[in-house]
């Protein structure tokens, strides 16, 4: 037994040295390189482009198998001007031999020096790397419904490796090349190293990067695990640190579990203070937005928690920093194909008007002809609306928008299938408070929305001042108003709009007309001689306006003015597609000193006024005819009157020699000293 068990010893020891000679002799006899044509032709079909490797192969069995090779070069399709799609100046991998049949790998060195990737589209668009490789040959049908009715794996068991262990592990030299040239663009990536240290399961692994990006510094450091006995299973712990261009600087701190098999995340992460703006000129690259205030976009700062799996995020403790303004923030998302999100976001403050382009400002000749050019408008596809589901709010302390000052906005907003509501939305502005509700509805192809609002106490002489720059309306407004409206587009909105309001001004003045001015002085007021020099302005106790809105026609039936002197009567339409005017006011002067809680009916002298034009260019006149009409039906023996006008009888045969707008002028003086109204 002791001599068997000595000759199956001796046997297994032969057998070893001999394998252990033939891995070392192997190499030293057998000629390598005149197998290199032959690997250069194989692989040249293989990928369906010119292969070759200029350096000597270099092979080693025993301890270390390893392999190595300088100077390899892989080219490009026809029709690229540059020669290679990759190149590599030399590699260098060596592995222990006996231990991989353990599943115990240890690498002693992997060097990879002067890689170089171009990455090229061409002025048709296509790039270098399409059509790279043979294309895969179709599996036969059998096969396709075998492989299709067998189950998927659900996560495997980890790695197929039970230890790792590195010795040198760096790629330097590393070069990436874009390269666009239907739009003329270039981006180069030079100097790339990167290098890995302690690379081993039971160890954190130290990781280096660094390049260049068109001559400008990026790099990436920190560490990665432990990653345990088992990869891909329990906990992976990293803090990763990226800094670029000197502007830049990231922060990722962690940990990730069972990335093999049901990956989950827990990560903080942090941005530090950094200029938009100089890291886009750092990049050598003109800053894309153009702003109102060039200060805008010089500070953002980041710092958020993120936690989550393969089917759900969550965002917790969310800062960002922007200008002088801070938004903080939560938020969660779940089911990824039918998006579940919920949010809530506290702004402090924010002037919108910094980051919005600067006014006057010129758009580009490309642009203006396109606008020019009426473009066909593609259909909104309303789907992912339809599947997402929403539930968030809105906090803002101090916002600036449009150069109107609003504070404490909230808003509430919740969606699901396709139907959203705003409700509520509350907020301050100009002394007043504001309330509204909302809902957007795209279950079907054209959306429809709704808006009931209500106001009071909103100052409105310095809101119009800040939003249009003009001041022709003062007073502290009450409103409820109610519309609807179909529709995604400007055009379809106005010609689709419904609804009802009533307006209620209250101790203040529109500015700019003088109607009792108007009625006391026709010539001054209708531009029959020049005007004063003062500002005119009519101010009023009260003004209110009723309104309807029909398919983007506004009427109001019924809109009344009263001040101690004055009642004024206001019936017309404003066209929201054609945006005309159409209005008749009828003021009448009543000599009172009682104000609008005086409900007595005031006798007076109407002088109705047309309100006709655009909005941008609102045109008034007297309406000649229905002011000789009222005072011809209140006062008896002035029915010659009507002569004056024209178009009437005797009015078109004037012959004395004052003219008409003078013998109005006299009349209408005339009737005022009259003491109607008392």
Same mark, same amino acid.
Do not use: C
């Given at each position: 037994?002791?001599?068997?068990?000595?000759?199956?010893?001796?046997?297994?020891?032969?057998?070893?040295?001999?394998?252990?000679?033939?891995?070392?002799?192997?190499?030293?006899?057998?000629?390598?390189?005149?197998?290199?044509?032959?690997?250069?032709?194989?692989?040249?079909?293989?990928?369906g482009?010119?292969?070759?490797?200029?350096?000597?192969?270099?092979?080693?069995?025993?301890?270390?198998?390893?392999?190595?090779?300088?100077? +390899?070069?892989?080219? =490009?399709?026809?029709?690229?001007?540059?020669?290679?799609?990759?190149?590599?100046?030399?590699?260098?991998?060596k592995?222990?031999?006996?231990?991989l049949?353990?599943?115990?790998?240890?690498?002693?060195?992997?060097?990879?020096?002067?890689?170089?990737?171009?990455?090229?589209?061409?002025?048709?668009g296509?790039?270098?790397?399409e059509?790279?490789?043979?294309?895969?040959?179709?599996?036969?049908?059998? #096969?396709?419904?075998?492989?299709?009715?067998?189950?998927?794996?659900?996560?495997?068991?980890? +790695?197929?490796?039970?230890?790792?262990?590195?010795?040198?592990?760096?790629?330097?030299e590393?070069?990436?090349?874009?390269?666009?040239?239907?739009?003329?663009?270039?981006?180069?990536?030079?100097?790339?190293?990167?290098?890995?240290?302690?690379?081993?399961?039971?160890?954190?692994?130290?990781?280096?990067?660094?390049?260049?990006?068109?001559?400008?510094?990026?790099?990436?450091?920190? $560490?990665?695990?432990?990653?345990?006995?088992?990869?891909?299973?329990?906990?992976i712990?990293?803090e990763?640190?990226?800094?670029?261009?000197?502007?830049? $600087?990231?922060?990722? @701190?962690?940990?990730?579990?069972?990335?093999?098999?049901?990956?989950?995340? %827990?990560?903080?992460?942090q941005?530090a203070?950094?200029?938009?703006? @100089?890291?886009?000129?750092?990049l050598?690259?003109?800053?894309?937005?153009?702003?109102?205030?060039?200060?805008?976009?010089?500070?953002?700062a980041?710092?958020?928690?993120?936690?989550?799996?393969? &089917?759900?995020?969550?965002?917790?403790?969310?800062?960002l920093?922007?200008?002088?303004?801070?938004?903080?923030?939560?938020?969660?998302?779940?089911?990824?194909s039918?998006? $579940?999100?919920?949010?809530?976001?506290?702004?402090?403050?924010? #002037?919108?008007?910094?980051?919005?382009?600067?006014?006057?400002?010129?758009?580009?000749?490309?642009?203006?002809?396109?606008?020019?050019?009426?473009?066909?408008?593609?259909?909104?596809?309303?789907?992912?609306?339809?599947?997402?589901?929403?539930?968030?709010?809105?906090?803002v302390?101090?916002?600036?928008?449009?150069?109107?000052?609003?504070?404490?906005?909230?808003?509430?907003?919740?969606?699901? =299938?396709?139907?959203?509501?705003?409700?509520?939305?509350?907020?301050k502005?100009?002394?007043?408070?504001?309330?509204?509700?909302?809902?957007?509805?795209?279950?079907?192809?054209?959306?429809?929305? &709704?808006?009931?609002?209500?106001? @009071?106490?909103?100052?409105?002489?310095?809101?119009?001042? %800040?939003?249009?720059?003009?001041?022709?309306?003062?007073?502290?407004?009450?409103?409820?108003? !109610?519309?609807?409206?179909?529709?995604?587009?400007?055009?379809?909105?106005? /010609?689709?709009? &419904?609804?009802?309001g009533?307006?209620?001004?209250?101790?203040?003045?529109?500015?700019?007309?003088?109607?009792?001015?108007?009625?006391? =002085?026709?010539?001054?007021?209708?531009?029959?001689?020049?005007?004063?020099?003062?500002?005119?302005?009519?101010?009023?106790s009260?003004?209110? !306006?009723?309104?309807?809105?029909?398919?983007?026609?506004? =009427?109001?039936?019924?809109?009344?003015?009263?001040?101690?002197?004055?009642r004024?009567?206001?019936?017309?339409?404003?066209?929201?597609?054609?945006?005309?005017?159409?209005?008749?006011?009828?003021?009448?002067?009543?000599?009172?000193?009682?104000?609008?809680?005086?409900?007595?009916?005031?006798?007076?002298?109407?002088?109705?006024v047309?309100?006709?034009?655009?909005?941008?260019?609102?045109?008034?006149?007297?309406d000649?005819?229905?002011?000789?009409?009222?005072?011809?039906?209140?006062?008896?023996?002035?029915?010659?009157?009507?002569?004056?006008?024209?178009?009437?009888?005797?009015?078109?045969?004037?012959?004395?020699?004052?003219?008409?707008? @003078? /013998?109005l002028?006299?009349?209408?003086?005339?009737?005022?000293?009259?003491?109607?109204?008392?």
């Amino acid at each position: 037994m002791k001599k068997a068990i000595k000759w199956i010893s001796i046997a297994v020891g032969v057998v070893v040295i001999l394998v252990i000679a033939t891995l070392l002799i192997v190499p030293m006899f057998v000629d390598i390189q005149k197998y290199k044509p032959e690997i250069e032709k194989k692989v040249s079909e293989a990928v369906g482009r010119p292969f070759t490797i200029g350096g000597e192969l270099r092979l080693s069995l025993f301890p270390w198998a390893g392999i190595a090779f300088s100077d +390899l070069h892989m080219g =490009n399709p026809p029709g690229f001007k540059e020669k290679d799609f990759v190149s590599v100046k030399s590699f260098d991998v060596k592995v222990k031999l006996i231990p991989l049949i353990t599943k115990d790998i240890q690498i002693k060195r992997f060097i990879l020096k002067g890689p170089r990737i171009a990455l090229i589209k061409s002025k048709t668009g296509r790039g270098n790397w399409e059509g790279l490789g043979k294309p895969a040959k179709e599996a036969p049908a059998k #096969d396709r419904n075998k492989k299709a009715d067998k189950p998927e794996s659900g996560g495997g068991g980890g +790695l197929p490796i039970k230890s790792l262990a590195v010795g040198k592990f760096a790629i330097t030299e590393g070069a990436v090349l874009l390269i666009d040239h239907a739009k003329g663009e270039r981006v180069e990536i030079s100097d790339i190293t990167f290098r890995l240290k302690d690379v081993s399961f039971d160890r954190p692994v130290k990781m280096e990067f660094s390049a260049l990006v068109d001559g400008r510094p990026l790099s990436m450091k920190g $560490n990665i695990g432990p990653v345990g006995k088992d990869p891909g299973k329990g906990t992976i712990p990293l803090e990763l640190s990226v800094n670029a261009l000197k502007q830049l $600087n990231i922060i990722l @701190k962690g940990k990730i579990v069972d990335p093999a098999t049901k990956l989950k995340f %827990d990560l903080a992460l942090q941005v530090a203070p950094f200029s938009p703006r @100089k890291l886009v000129a750092a990049l050598g690259r003109k800053f894309p937005v153009n702003t109102a205030d060039a200060k805008a976009l010089t500070r953002v700062a980041l710092k958020t928690g993120v936690k989550g799996d393969l &089917n759900s995020v969550s965002i917790s403790g969310g800062i960002l920093d922007l200008d002088e303004s801070k938004l903080k923030f939560t938020a969660k998302a779940k089911e990824f194909s039918k998006p $579940n999100i919920m949010f809530d976001l506290n702004l402090d403050k924010i #002037d919108l008007d910094r980051y919005l382009p600067p006014p006057g400002e010129k758009k580009p000749a490309e642009e203006t002809a396109k606008a020019k050019t009426p473009a066909v408008k593609k259909k909104t596809d309303y789907t992912p609306l339809r599947k997402l589901v929403l539930d968030g709010t809105i906090r803002v302390g101090k916002l600036k928008a449009n150069n109107a000052r609003i504070q404490d906005v909230y808003l509430k907003v919740v969606g699901k =299938n396709g139907l959203f509501n705003i409700e509520p939305l509350t907020l301050k502005l100009y002394q007043g408070d504001m309330s509204a509700k909302s809902t957007l509805d795209v279950r079907q192809d054209t959306p429809k929305s &709704n808006l009931e609002l209500q106001a @009071k106490g909103i100052q409105v002489g310095p809101l119009i001042k %800040d939003v249009m720059k003009k001041d022709f309306l003062e007073g502290a407004v009450k409103a409820r108003v !109610a519309i609807s409206m179909r529709g995604d587009d400007p055009d379809r909105i106005k /010609k689709t709009l &419904n609804g009802k309001g009533d307006l209620l001004f209250t101790d203040g003045a529109i500015v700019g007309i003088d109607i009792a001015g108007m009625v006391r =002085n026709v010539k001054a007021k209708f531009g029959l001689a020049k005007a004063g020099g003062t500002k005119p302005r009519t101010d009023f106790s009260e003004l209110h !306006a009723p309104f309807t809105i029909t398919n983007g026609v506004v =009427n109001t039936p019924n809109t009344t003015m009263s001040s101690p002197l004055l009642r004024l009567v206001a019936k017309g339409d404003a066209h929201l597609v054609k945006e005309t005017l159409d209005f008749r006011v009828e003021p009448k002067v009543v000599f009172t000193t009682k104000g609008q809680g005086d409900a007595k009916e005031r006798s007076g002298i109407m002088v109705p006024v047309l309100v006709t034009g655009t909005f941008s260019s609102p045109k008034f006149r007297p309406d000649l005819k229905g002011m000789v009409k009222g005072l011809t039906d209140k006062l008896p023996g002035t029915s010659d009157l009507k002569k004056l006008l024209p178009g009437q009888s005797g009015g078109a045969q004037e012959t004395e020699s004052k003219p008409v707008g @003078k /013998k109005l002028e006299d009349t209408v003086k005339g009737l005022l000293k009259l003491p109607f109204g008392r």
